[in-house]
């Protein structure tokens, strides 16, 4: 039996890519079919993760001139992880293994059917990995690599140069539901599941029509979150304001060294100021560290819901629709 293999699309204010995206896609998707490496069931599921735009509409319209098309409306916006989990979480239920990948098509989608074959050879994950970074900025590529760096340097297992292109099984999905937290970093979380595992090299395309939803901000603030797996934003403050004190406390320091030299300072005045502005800095660059922990737990103790289905657009298998 041929596997059903699902594509998990997280879409947020995509109404310019879409269209095509699904175009590619569904002729993609017919040519895995009669290559003999997706069954009949397979889809592809758009969710929306809260767009401002016409992108709900889009995928509902496009659900009903296209079987291969199925969607789910998040009730908000919750961000790429949170939207991806929601989409391989519904694909769960239905799929052999799902795929998940952007809706810019960034992602070179010819290798698919590698994805695919990998899976048919055994592997339960296999995961997309970036060949080059030429379509990158150098600020880009060299934030980006020197990232992975950091992650792997801290002990954290992820894999070089892989975004959240991959292939997961059934199982491997179901060993995924099983992480429960909210600071969701899928490419950290994904490892850690186990099973046999594979990779697929490709290139990175431009994004051909609209905007990156991940400008430089987001991207540090990704970056950081796969750290501590997440933060509070007035935490964060204090770490940088200790940061930034602790700079200051450096020239503070060499004024009062200065001074002392000069004779400008009156006698025992040089030691308290400087432990003053070093140890100030120093204790608030420490609290907003263990501030950075203490805010991830407390997001995690309320453990609030990573996402709500507003709305599932389903092809229904067609003895089902009989019945029903
Ligand atoms: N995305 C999302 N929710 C968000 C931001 C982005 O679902 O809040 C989706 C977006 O539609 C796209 C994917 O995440 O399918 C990656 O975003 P984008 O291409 O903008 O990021 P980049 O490739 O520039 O890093
Ligand atoms: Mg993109």
């Not at 291969?68 to 961000?79: D, I, P, Q, S, T």
């Not at 540090?220 to 204090?238: E, H, N, Q, R, Y």
Request: with cysteine.
């Amino acid at each position: 039996m041929l596997p059903t293999v699902y594509f998990v699309i997280p879409c947020y204010n995509e109404e310019e890519v879409l269209p095509e995206t699904v175009r590619r896609l569904t002729d993609k998707l017919h040519a895995m079919q009669s290559a003999g490496l997706a069954g009949e069931a397979s889809r592809m599921l758009l969710v929306d993760d809260g767009s401002k735009d016409k992108t709900w509409e889009l995928i509902s319209r496009l659900h009903e001139e296209n079987p291969a098309v199925e969607g789910v409306k998040l009730a908000h916006n919750r961000g790429h992880q949170n939207a991806l989990l929601c989409g391989l979480m519904t694909a769960m239920e239905a799929c052999d293994c799902a795929i998940s990948l952007d809706a810019d098509l960034q992602d070179d989608i010819e290798v698919l059917d590698e994805f695919v074959r990998k899976y048919l050879d055994g592997c339960d994950v296999v995961y997309g990995v970036r060949n080059k970074r030429e379509t990158d900025t150098w600020f880009k590529r060299t934030t980006a690599e020197g990232f992975y760096k950091v992650m792997k340097g801290l002990g954290v297992d992820v894999v070089f140069n892989h975004a959240d292109y991959r292939l997961m099984s059934k199982r491997a999905l179901e060993g995924l539901a099983e992480y429960k937290e909210v600071n969701l970093f899928l490419r950290g979380l994904v490892p850690l599941i186990g099973y046999r595992s594979d990779y697929v090299y490709y290139d990175r395309h431009e994004r051909f029509a609209g905007e990156s939803k991940y400008p430089l901000k987001k991207m540090i603030s990704f970056a950081l979150d796969g750290i501590t797996s997440f933060s509070v934003k007035p935490l964060k403050l204090i770490s940088n304001l200790g940061i930034l004190i602790s700079v200051l406390s450096v020239f503070g320091l060499l004024y009062a060294l200065i001074s002392y030299f000069a004779g400008w300072a009156v006698s025992g005045w040089t030691a308290i100021v400087c432990s003053i502005w070093l140890l100030g800095g120093l204790q608030m660059l420490c609290l907003g560290v263990v501030g950075g922990y203490i805010g991830k737990i407390y997001s995690e103790v309320k453990a609030r819901p990573r996402y709500r289905v507003e709305e599932h657009l389903q092809h229904k298998e067609p003895d089902q629709s009989e019945n029903s």
